[in-house]
C-alpha cells in the first residue's frame, strides 16, 4: 500500500504532501467516498532535499564536463560523478532519517517504510560508472576510452 509516490525531480525542486481527502494519497480514497465531501485538504509543501538538488546539479555538471576533450574534462566526470554518488546514498539516509524524526513519539502501531525504486538504484550505478569511466579517461591523458 503506498501513501504517496514522490519522483527524483519533486525531490529536488520540493514537492505538496497530499493530507486526507486528496485523490493522490491513500486515506483521500476512503474520505472521498463518504458522504461529508466537505473535508478539508490539507497539502502541506515539503522543502527541497538537497541532497538530490545536488546529484541533480551534479549529475548535469558531470554530463557537460565528460562533453570536453581534455584531462579537464575527464578529472570534472570522476569528481561530479563520485560526489553525485555520494549525494545519492546521503539521499537514502536523510530521507529514512527524515521519517523516523517525524513518527518519534507517535503512536508506537503506525509503521512508515520508504522504499526506492529501482530507477534511483540505477541511478545511482550510473554515477558511479560515469566516475569509473572518467577515471579510466582521465589516466590516458583525456581521450575517450570508449
Avoid: C
Avoid at 557537460?64 to 570522476?78: F, P, Q, T
Amino acid at each position: 500500500m503506498s501513501l504517496q509516490k514522490v519522483n527524483g525531480l519533486e525531490l529536488a525542486t520540493g514537492f505538496h504532501i497530499k493530507g486526507p481527502g486528496s485523490n493522490d494519497s491513500f486515506a483521500g480514497t476512503f474520505e472521498n467516498g463518504t458522504a461529508n465531501n466537505e473535508l478539508k485538504k490539507k497539502e502541506d509543501r515539503k522543502d527541497p532535499n538537497a541532497f538530490a538538488l545536488g546529484a541533480l546539479v551534479l549529475g548535469v555538471a558531470g554530463f557537460l564536463l565528460s562533453m570536453l576533450n581534455n584531462k579537464a574534462g575527464a578529472g570534472g566526470g570522476l569528481v561530479t560523478g563520485a560526489l553525485a554518488t555520494v549525494a545519492m546514498i546521503g539521499l537514502i539516509i536523510d530521507i529514512k532519517a527524515d521519517i523516523n524524526d517525524q513518527l518519534l513519539g507517535k503512536d508506537p502501531d503506525i509503521s512508515i517504510a520508504v522504499e526506492f525504486t529501482v530507477w534511483f538504484f540505477l541511478s545511482l550505478l550510473s554515477f558511479l560508472a560515469a566516475a569509473y569511466f572518467s577515471y579510466r579517461r582521465w589516466k590516458q591523458g583525456g581521450t575517450p576510452t570508449i
